[in-house]
Each structure stands twice: as C-alpha cells, then as structure tokens.
C-alpha cells in the first residue's frame, strides 16, 4: 500500500546522458515520489535538512538527515519516498547507467 497523499515531489532533471541521469527532487512536507523502481544504482544528496519516509511496500522507514548527508542504493528496489519533515525538503539523485564508468582512485 502506498502513502496516502495527494501532493506530489517535484524531480527536475539536470542531466540525462548515456552514463547518467542527475535529478533534483523538490517535496512540500508530505509529499512523494509515488511508487517507483531505478533500473540503476542511484546516489541521493540532501540540499536540505529532514526527514525522509520510504515505503518499501511492507514496512515504512523513517531516517533524518542532514543537508550535504548522502546515501547510495541499488538498482531495483521498488519504493515511495515521502517528506516525513514539517518543512520542504530537497535532495538531488544521481543515478548511474554505465557503473563501469565511473573510475575510482
């Protein structure tokens, strides 16, 4: 079951290329992304302090994190991700098409 709310986030794209796709992602307290699955692993970057709620379709997690906090996950986990804050957030998501192309020192 998703969330139940009606406001959705809004996702700017910045970049979409063949090796990545960087979106911003701006919520009014209590909304969401809706349901959706990244078909690549994805880095999140939070613009802005908060709280975020993701609904994994069985259980709801809730974790605060701070502006310039990051977090990477991999691709095909089905999910919503709602505001949990009182406030509006942001965060940009960098997703990864071609792993292998990023060098590592």
Not at 58 to 79: C, K, N
């Amino acid at each position: 079951m998703a969330f139940a709310c009606t406001i959705p986030a809004i996702p700017t794209v910045q970049q979409d290329d063949a090796t990545l796709r960087i979106t911003r992602w701006d919520f009014a307290p209590g909304a969401v992304t809706g349901w959706h699955e990244h078909g690549w692993p994805y880095f999140v970057v939070m613009l802005v302090a908060g709280t975020l709620r993701v609904h994994d379709g069985e259980q709801v997690g809730e974790t605060a994190l701070a502006a310039g906090q990051a977090y990477s996950r991999p691709a095909g986990i089905r999910h919503d991700v709602m505001n949990g804050s009182d406030h509006p957030i942001a965060f940009v998501e960098i997703e990864v098409k071609q792993p292998s192309a990023l060098v590592t020192l």
